[in-house]
């Protein structure tokens, strides 16, 4: 006789990117220096940072590195005397680059695989915002082959083509019940791809301060036919049907960058970078289901980001023909305005410190380190779209390790 | 080089160090702010006077889980932080959990439920169906349909199985609700009471037909409450009032529309024009959305259901809905402006006393346009909603969460108290079945 329907009954899934989600280790020297360091020819790392330093570099070189990082973020509800944390998980962004190029040669060939974007967010199956989300894995890896060119003996120019593979398993739980008492819960998990550029031009100027000038293009990464799996109580099957599939798209964001570089001395040299990221490019996010029920509608939710920015100042310091020791301070604005904080990006404000050494074995065999610190500032919201209420405070750790081999 | 492996050792124990040092410093810190500050109240004992809502009820019947997600029990688990005790409840057993018995969601058949009475375990003592008796200390002491006005009646307590089975065989009939909640030496209380005098009418379809059902006199219900508030009060003892809902906030009211059944009965036969009710005032009139028509309506087999003559049930004017099935326009004007007059008592009574008021009456109207709290979305929709149980009028868990912080947000915005709120996500609305 009577329907009920069920058509109020759920909010779908949400999915956001931050600043949270840029992650800023791509090439140890730099991330020992904060991040700085687009302006400097230091290495094979500058196929990222600049690719208009490429063409500078004096050597062959190929290289891989690892920052395992651990994101520590907690969150303490409004209103509540329990501060909750998200799980130890490592994240592995990692980088590797080769350059290859004639000797005395006016060209360098470069190749490029890191991780510009990625979040690893686990605050388990039953925290005060599990209704929001429980967990998030997302890796963007760029492939990035690049061509650089020594206009003249003072001025680079540099450009590659990027591909983006993306990875999402984002999960949360859903506010309808089994027998038992627990709560639903849906996985959303996908892979896409998207295709963007990286170019730079790098100044040597006559006084040896150098200066860069890069810019790396949005990479609006499409996700088609991700697998929507509903865990929900069998007598709600029919308004979340197994099966089911969603596609979104993800733009990830451009990114312009000035970089400076001055020689302190023979051996010290200063960097600094002002990046400003195009997040507001980011307006909404958008879940398109595959079987649409009258629970189970595609949603749209506003993002509304703001551009974003930040300035790093990394120093270097050769302390020996093979040691070399580096440090780097930073701070970045985030792009996320009040009222749009979420789990999967906690995001706020944040400092960077940094510290970084280098050591090379012989003149071929190069080592690296660098630990990466971040302090994302307490930020209390209250989300519009979730009502998520309460107050997060995130700690980034990334010690990190490269070997390179030079010829 | 000496200088050079020197160096080398102080840098890697200068990395090394920093390494720990951050390692140690590893956990992100959010100041707390909230749990450790009583204010002006004191909560050692607390005790919560009210009806079913206050007793756990749930589902259409009392039954052990529902007691002990009772928002009275949820408030005085958060009050522990701030010097609150311990707080007693008149459990069922684990044998007996299932206490009066209740309903249960056995199936959702094209989104339309199938409810079903769960009937073992219960703490039924006679075949008249009292319940298992309870000794022993209680400061829950929600009893189902109290009212204001039969709070003052002794023999209540016999007619009332809820209040029986705390009285002893020899203060059954003799004493009243009034007098059972006195004397607990409390320190803090809360006051939930006075839906019934109201609702009680109302889930009748506006139709009295004995004590439970009468609309309570606007001055009467505002001289009773009052004693209850000076007995509460009598000592001193801060404490929290709430007022009553109205009663079309609820989906008990919300769920069988007229155009639902309008629709219904134009799938059969698509000539079906209107609904026809019979009104409190005796009149047969088309129903319209203005007019109510109970939750149970849908389970009740009548509509349209041919009589003698052969006319369906409800869709013709010689065989209307009866008036008890109907809240219609007029009853509702007249229960929801007692309801208001109940208010404006309640909150006049709590002022004068320096009391704090739980705005039940505002929030639940909230609920009803829909709230969505911690990414929960709560609406009064019927099973859906997440607020409202099976028999659509009392709370789910969920909802006796949100409810507790209601009340724990007035305490503590009257006594500069700080008691931390609910985590509304550790609690569930309606189970649905597998």
């Known amino acids: 006789m009577k329907k009920i329907l069920l058509s109020v009954l759920l909010s779908a899934p949400l999915w956001v990117l931050g600043q949270g989600f840029q992650v800023n280790l791509q090439g140890q020297k730099q991330i020992g220096m904060a991040g700085a360091g687009s302006a400097l020819a230091l290495d094979e790392a500058s196929v990222f940072f600049n690719p208009g330093a490429v063409s500078f570099l004096e050597k062959n070189s190929i290289s891989a590195g690892v920052n395992p990082l651990l994101f520590k973020s907690a969150f303490q509800r409004t209103g509540s005397n329990v501060t909750e944390e998200v799980k130890n998980k490592i994240a592995p962004p990692f980088e590797f680059y080769a350059v290859w190029g004639p000797k005395s040669n006016k060209w360098k060939l470069g190749l490029g695989v890191y991780t510009p974007f990625g979040g690893l967010v686990d605050w388990g199956d039953n925290w005060s915002g599990k209704y929001a989300l429980t967990s998030l894995n997302l890796k963007a890896i760029y492939f990035q082959p690049t061509l650089s060119v020594k206009i003249t003996d003072r001025i680079g120019i540099g450009a590659g083509f990027v591909y983006n593979h993306g990875d999402v398993n984002l999960q949360r739980a859903l506010p309808v019940n089994f027998p038992d008492g627990h709560s639903g819960h849906v996985t959303l998990e996908g892979t896409g791809s998207g295709y963007g550029w990286n170019a730079g031009i790098y100044i040597n100027t006559l006084s040896n301060i150098t200066f860069a000038v890069v810019h790396k293009s949005k990479v609006n990464t499409k996700l088609n036919d991700g697998t929507a799996t509903f865990d929900v109580p069998q007598s709600l099957k029919t308004s979340f049907p197994d099966g089911n599939t969603f596609n979104a798209e993800l733009p990830l964001p451009s990114t312009t960058t000035l970089g400076i570089g001055v020689p302190l001395s023979q051996s010290t040299t200063l960097a600094f970078d002002a990046s400003w990221v195009q997040w507001r490019v980011y307006k909404e996010l958008a879940f398109d289901y595959a079987i649409n029920t009258s629970a189970l509608a595609d949603t749209k939710s506003a993002r509304n980001y703001r551009d974003g920015s930040s300035f790093k100042l990394g120093i270097n310091h050769q302390a020996s023909d093979k040691f070399a020791l580096r440090a780097g301070v930073g701070y970045a604005f985030t792009p996320v305005q009040n009222g749009y904080v979420t789990p999967e990006a906690p995001d706020a404000d944040r400092y960077i410190l940094s510290a970084g050494a280098g050591y090379s074995f012989t003149s071929k065999f190069e080592v690296n380190a660098s630990f990466f610190f971040e302090d994302v500032k307490s930020r209390k919201q209250k989300n519009i779209e979730t009502g998520l209420d309460g107050t997060f405070k995130t700690l980034v750790y990334a010690p990190g390790i490269s070997l390179t081999y030079k010829w | ?434």
């Open chain 2, 1 to 434: 080089m000496v200088g050079e492996s020197h160096m080398k050792k102080y840098i890697l124990n200068s990395f090394l160090a920093a390494v720990v040092l951050f390692a140690a410093s590893c956990k992100p810190e959010i100041d707390t702010v909230v749990g450790n500050s009583a204010g002006q109240a004191n909560f050692s004992k607390y005790i919560a006077v009210g009806n079913s809502l206050t007793s756990g009820f749930a589902d259409g019947g009392l039954y052990l889980e529902g007691q002990k997600v009772a928002y009275p029990n949820l408030i005085a688990a958060q009050m522990t932080t701030v010097g609150g005790g311990s707080f007693t409840s008149p459990f069922f057993t684990d044998a007996q959990a299932n206490g009066s018995g209740y309903l249960t969601l056995s199936a959702l058949v094209n989104g339309s439920p199938t409810l079903i009475p769960v009937t073992n375990n219960l703490a039924v003592r006679d075949a008249s169906g009292r319940l298992t008796k309870y000794t022993g200390e209680v400061q829950n002491l929600g009893i189902p349909g109290m009212r204001v006005d039969l709070a003052f009646a002794a023999p209540f307590g016999a007619a009332n199985p809820y209040l029986e089975r705390l009285l002893t065989d020899t203060q059954v009939g003799t004493v009243s609700y009034f007098q059972f909640i006195q004397g607990r030496s409390h320190t803090f209380f809360s006051l939930w009471l006075g839906n019934n005098d109201a609702l009680g009418y109302a889930t009748n379809g506006g139709v009295t037909t004995d004590a439970t059902n009468v609309l309570t006199d606007k001055s009467t219900f505002a001289l009773l409450y009052s004693n209850l508030v000076n007995a509460l009060t009598a000592g001193g003892q801060k404490g929290v009032v709430a007022t009553i809902p109205d009663v079309t906030s609820i989906p008990y009211f919300n769920t069988v529309t007229v155009a639902a059944l309008l629709n219904a009965a134009k799938a059969i036969n698509p000539a079906a024009a209107a609904i026809y009710i019979q009104t409190g005032a005796g009149a047969v009139r088309t129903a319209t959305a203005e007019d109510l028509i109970r939750l149970p309506f849908q389970s009740a087999g009548l509509f349209g259901v041919p009589n003698a003559s052969g006319l369906p049930y409800g869709l013709h004017p010689l065989n209307p809905i009866a008036n008890n099935w109907v809240l219609d326009k007029d009853e509702i004007i007249k229960v929801k402006d007692y309801v208001i007059s109940y208010n404006s008592t309640i909150k006049s009574l709590a002022d004068s006393k320096g009391l704090a008021i739980a705005d039940t009456y505002s929030y639940l109207n909230q609920v009803k346009t829909g709230l969505v709290i911690q990414g929960v979305g709560i609406n009064s929709a019927f099973i859906t909603g997440g607020a409202f149980s099976l028999d659509g009028v009392h709370l789910t868990p969920r909802g006796n969460a949100v409810i507790a912080n209601v009340f724990i947000d007035a305490i503590n915005g009257k006594y500069g108290s700080n008691i931390p709120t609910v985590d509304i996500t550790q609690y569930r609305g309606v189970k649905f079945p597998n």
